[in-house]
């Protein structure tokens, strides 16, 4: 195996979404629709966020889509896709 980037994927209770996000200081950027899944590119909202990796300082978000979580591990391992959004 080679070695993996340090890597955190953390599923948050609903309740817990916009203090989290505001923890990070995202809220705005969710709030206003400003982020997207990084699988899909679905708008992301309080209620179908579902995790995030934090990698290398950089946030990269996923949608509570079957499909989306499986992939979006796979996704950032293999840097494939992420983009920055800017605002
Ligand atoms: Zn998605």
């Not at 989290?20 to 982020?35: A, E, H, Q, R, V």
């Amino acid at each position: 195996m080679a070695k993996r980037e340090e890597e955190t994927i953390t599923a948050i209770h609903y309740e817990d979404v916009k203090k989290f996000f505001k923890t990070i200081g995202y809220f705005d950027k969710l709030s206003k629709k400003k982020l997207k899944c990084e699988v899909c590119g679905e708008v992301l909202t309080f209620t179908n966020f579902r995790a995030l990796v934090i990698q290398k300082g950089i946030f990269h978000f996923c949608c509570d889509s079957e499909n989306c979580l499986p992939n979006f591990a796979a996704c950032i391992r293999n840097n494939v896709s992420i983009k920055e959004e800017t605002i």
